[in-house]
């Protein structure tokens, strides 16, 4: 009797113990957690140090490089050069940006911002990062790039999966970024969309047909007598 009083003790001695190591596993994991969703930008850059962005969205390729500084110059900074050449929408081009290099954490909200995921490399193609098709590409005034794929949207809808600067060879676990989906909103619009107003009007517009001249009749050409006076 004495034995099996003891045992029950020493089980839940064991309970209380497991218990114990269960809450401090979970804290840490929380803490974890808001550490990571600290993260407020996706590249840590300014936008003025971005020299030309590579637009993929499945269908289509936009390529688009920095010609002059503000808009001033030549109306907008940005000159697209494929699928065509034609100067740039700026505030398509500044859409796509912000989404890159602005904070996307609001004041009021201490849950905003971006959260990243540590998942393995088995679990990208639940989270459609397996050859995604829509992806932004930066190159820096030094030559630096850095890249951003899509993929699928979250749960909510709110909110997409991407992540950074992917590696040739993926390791076995893998950070991974929720951001808005706004960002996806941002790369698709209509190719006229991303000229500016003016040449995409010129661009689309049906070309009038010259008039034709008319040739003048035989009768038109004969000169009319005039009566004698």
Do not use: C
Not at 64 to 69: C, F, N, Q, S
Not at 102 to 130: C, F, H, M, W
Not at 169 to 193: C, F, G, W, Y
């Amino acid at each position: 009797m004495k034995l099996q009083q003891s045992t029950r003790i020493l089980m839940i001695i064991a309970l209380v113990l497991a218990g114990g190591v269960y809450v401090v596993e979970i804290r840490g994991k929380s803490q974890q957690q808001q550490v990571q969703a600290r993260q407020d930008r996706i590249f840590d850059i300014s936008q003025d140090e971005i020299q030309s962005l590579i637009i993929e969205t499945g269908d289509r390729t936009l390529k688009i490089e920095r010609v002059g500084e503000d808009e001033t110059d030549a109306i907008t900074p940005w000159k697209m050069l494929e699928p065509m050449e034609y100067p740039a929408n700026i505030a398509r081009v500044n859409a796509v940006l912000n989404q890159l290099v602005n904070t996307q954490r609001i004041a009021s909200n201490p849950n905003s911002g971006i959260s990243k995921l540590t998942i393995s490399k088995s679990q990208l193609e639940d989270y459609g990062l397996v050859d995604p098709q829509e992806s932004i590409q930066i190159q820096l005034r030094d030559e630096t790039t850095h890249r951003l794929v899509l993929g699928k949207s979250d749960f909510s809808g709110d909110a997409i999966y991407a992540m950074t600067n992917p590696p040739e060879t993926l390791p076995e676990n893998i950070s991974i970024l929720v951001i808005s989906k706004t960002a996806r909103d941002a790369i698709s619009h209509p190719l006229d969309e991303w000229i500016m107003a003016r040449d995409a009007e010129d661009l689309l517009s049906p070309e009038t047909p010259e008039t034709p001249t008319e040739t003048p009749t035989e009768m038109e050409t004969e000169e009319v007598d005039t009566p004698e006076t």
